[in-house]
């Protein structure tokens, strides 16, 4: 069965980076690319960036651009989210999930890793 | 960027009753390339990731119930609950996939009358 395992939570200081990663199980790793969404403190969801399975093309939202980099080691079937220069409206709920275009939405998604920024 | 408006923001409910919500797009989100319209409808439960209910419009997600529906084209789109229950409670967000960057609608809190 597909699943997505997301690492654990992580505390940082403003002006520190933090690399969340999602490894996938249960299918053919370069089927499918990943999106990654971040939910603030009782806030909607916003969308961060995409990543393909195969090649490893990435769009980013334009308001993280320079701050976000989003990479995939097709080895150990891991999608990694790199972001820096954090500051504490960073602080979110951030959830990766499997990305599978037209042929079916993001249809599975990780358990989410709640990253908490202070001073 | 394409801005999806989502109505009603809040909505609550009989348990057994129907439920509509509705998404309109900024733009048309049908692509010509391929022919498929590119709107999503995902539910975030309480607690929990969000999960996958249609896609293209009104194709259903694997294990999603058979009340849920979702139709529209262009710019206008609907979710529909034939009977509300109660695990039915949580966040509704219409997403859209045709073009980066995608965004998401800003969620209907469905809860129990």
């Known amino acids: 069965q597909v699943q997505l395992v997301q690492s654990g939570a992580e505390v940082k200081k403003t002006g520190t980076a933090v690399k969340i990663s999602c490894k996938a199980s249960g299918y053919t790793f370069t089927s499918a690319g990943f999106t990654w969404v971040r939910q603030a403190p009782g806030q909607g969801l916003e969308w961060m960036g995409w990543?393909?399975?195969?090649?490893?093309?990435?769009q980013y939202a334009q308001r993280l651009q320079g701050r976000v980099t989003m990479s995939t080691d097709r080895t150990t079937r891991t999608a990694y989210m790199e972001l820096r220069s954090l500051r504490s409206d960073d602080t979110a709920v951030y959830f990766c999930g499997r990305d599978r275009g037209a042929a079916g939405g993001i249809d599975y998604w990780g358990q989410g890793t709640l990253v908490t920024v202070s001073s | 960027e394409i801005v999806l408006t989502q109505t009603p923001l809040s909505l609550p409910v009989t348990p057994g009753e129907p439920a509509s919500i509705s998404c309109r797009a900024s733009q048309s989100l049908f692509d010509s390339d391929d022919g498929n319209t590119y709107l999503d409808w995902y539910l975030q439960k309480p607690g929990q990731s969000p999960q996958l209910l249609t896609y293209?419009?009104?194709h259903r997600a694997s294990g999603v119930p058979d009340r849920f529906s979702g139709s529209g084209s262009g710019t206008d789109f609907t979710l529909k609950i034939s009977r509300v229950e109660a695990e039915d409670v949580g966040v509704y967000y219409c997403m859209q996939r045709i073009e980066f960057p995608y965004t998401f609608g800003q969620g209907t809190r469905l809860e129990m009358k």
């Open positions: 293209t419009v009104s």
């Open positions: 990543i393909s399975g195969n090649y490893g093309n990435t």
